[in-house]
């Protein structure tokens, strides 16, 4: 019997999906659980496993296609089953089969010899003889008719170098844009910065290993605590508070972004903080999030300062009403007490959204970042 593959139900919230690509030929072998396609939904991308062992020998929904959720994607036979691909012509299922052990076309060894002195592919020649065999007559046809082909042929076009290459836009970009647009065109957005010194998370970081972003989310979630209105959302209603504490991550794909969430993070310390931060970006780059690390978060942390950017306006993602971007620590030069000193330092941004707070109240929350990043004692923090 052959098995269904359908399209799941990937979140709650998700009515759709779109097939990114298949990662199992048609007609090809595919193991129980091992990935069979990629689908990517407005929430996250990710790769589904195959329900079961088989052929992939009816594939209905091509790559690029966004049907509903419980559409049927393609069927699987078994490995008892016939092996062969099937495709559909006119709404008719066609079974091209694959000859069984002993059944493959006999061709006389006349007929071997003339194909390996023209080079000729047996597969490709019809044959006229006897129960369709092949014919040395069908060969030397063949040649004749290829040789004719071949006189025929226009003379190639000449080679020109265009100045401009058109890329396809991908379901992830077509979803990064749309999302981006409507941030824009949906908050209030003001930006503003801050400069902090880091050196207190310096010395830990250098100690431990850790990069400097846990220390940042670890930051932000005490002046969350202390000024709960960032940790909102805007509805017609009025100002929805957040009682949880869900910090969204940037994440960096080769094609886009998603945005994981460390649920309860005011709840972790530095290292769990590092250690779940780390595991979510690296399943997020090889495509194996669940719908459900990708939604509710209460705020956002990009780091875009991993790839020495200093300063940054990030977009809001909706509906939270703030983002906090990290600029790339470096050593500079800064007055400390009437006296110039070496400091790792860092620019802080925060993108907020004007409808719910004012820039007093922005500038109160980043004086409370800064200086918890400044004046923490981290050792207690691991």
Do not use: C
Not at 244 to 249: A, K, L, N, S, Y
Not at 297 to 303: A, H, I, Q
Request: hydrophobic share 40%; proline share 6%.
């Amino acid at each position: 019997m052959p098995t269904d593959v359908i399209m799941p139900q990937l979140g709650e919230s998700i009515a759709e999906g779109t097939i990114v690509k298949w990662l199992i030929p048609q007609g090809g072998h595919v193991e129980k659980d091992q990935p069979l396609l990629e689908v990517e939904t407005d929430k996250v991308s990710l790769e589904v496993p195959s329900p079961s062992t088989g052929y992939l020998n009816e594939v209905l929904v091509t790559e690029g296609q966004t049907v509903p959720v419980g559409t049927l994607l393609a069927r699987l036979e078994s490995d008892a089953a016939p092996r062969g691909v099937v495709t559909r012509v006119g709404g008719v299922v066609i079974r091209h089969m694959e000859p069984a052990p002993g059944e493959e076309d006999h061709y006389s060894p006349a007929v071997r010899q003339l194909a390996r002195e023209h080079d000729v592919d047996l597969a490709q020649v019809a044959g006229t003889g006897a129960g369709g065999r092949v014919t040395k007559k069908d060969v030397l046809d063949f040649v004749a008719k290829r040789s004719g082909m071949q006189t025929r042929a226009a003379p190639a076009a000449p080679v020109t170098v265009s100045a401009e290459e058109a890329l396809p836009l991908t379901p992830m970009r077509r979803t990064i844009a749309e999302r981006m647009v409507a941030s824009r065109r949906t908050s209030a957005h003001v930006t503003t910065f801050f400069e902090a010194d880091f050196s207190g998370p310096a010395k830990v970081r250098d100690a431990h290993g850790l990069t400097y972003l846990p220390f940042a989310i670890k930051a932000v979630t005490r002046a969350l605590r202390d000024l709960p209105i960032v940790n909102s959302s805007w509805t017609d209603q009025g100002i929805v508070i957040k009682k949880d504490i869900h910090i969204g991550i940037a994440v960096a794909l080769e094609d886009g972004l998603l945005v994981p969430v460390v649920r309860h993070a005011d709840r972790k310390g530095l290292q769990q903080l590092a250690k779940e931060v780390a595991d979510l970006a690296e399943r997020a780059r090889t495509k194996r999030l669940s719908p459900e690390e990708v939604q509710g978060g209460t705020f956002t942390v990009t780091n875009h300062g991993v790839m020495g950017s200093l300063f940054s306006t990030p977009i809001i993602s909706q509906p939270q009403i703030a983002i906090l971007g990290l600029g790339a620590v470096q050593k500079r030069a800064v007055v400390i007490h009437d006296a110039i000193g070496i400091r790792p330092m860092a620019y802080l941004s925060l993108s907020f959204d004007h409808r719910v707070i004012d820039g007093a109240t922005a500038d109160q929350f980043m004086s409370k970042v800064k200086g918890y990043l400044e004046q923490t004692n981290w050792e207690t923090d691991l």
